[in-house]
Nanobody, 128 residues
Framework: QVQLVESGGGLVQPGASLQLSCAASGADLEDYDIAWFRQAPGKKREGLVCIANVDGSKRYGNSVRGRVRMSADSARIVFKLEMDGMRLEDTAVYYC?????????????????????WGQGTQVTVSS
């Protein structure tokens, strides 16, 4: 069983950068793809970025491509999300998610692969 805990949300100024962390535990995450998603009120959940366990490659959601980065520590315990140029429409609950798979991330978010484990989410509000 994988446990995921996000941190770092809160109020962000427009144009500023966001940094979130996801602390993972409960399993050997070497076999898990890890991703960041977000969901704004009244909107569908949206994939932002993921890291593939097979080769460390990343895939990006179309709406945030070029503004978002994801990193993992060497032990694959803490996964960070960084996003530049925050906009009002980036206001959402941000989630960290995991799935035991060798293809979930590399297929890309458009494929819609289901992630099995989710954190509780952290609210990010972009406002001046």
């Amino acid at each position: 069983q994988v446990q995921l805990v996000e941190s770092g949300g809160g109020l962000v100024q427009p144009g500023a950068s966001l940094q979130l962390s996801c602390a993972a535990s409960g399993a050997d995450l070497e076999d898990y793809d890890i991703a960041w998603f977000r969901q704004a009120p009244g909107k569908k959940r949206e994939g932002l970025v993921c890291i593939a366990n097979v080769d460390g490659s990343k895939r990006y959601g179309n709406s945030v491509r070029g503004r978002v980065r994801m990193s993992a520590d060497s032990a694959r315990i803490v996964f960070k999300l960084e996003m530049d140029g925050m906009r009002l429409e980036d206001t959402a609950v941000y989630y960290c998610a995991a799935v035991k798979s060798r293809v979930a991330c590399t297929l890309g978010f458009e494929f819609g692969y289901e992630y099995d484990y989710w954190g509780q989410g952290t609210q990010v509000t972009v406002s001046s």
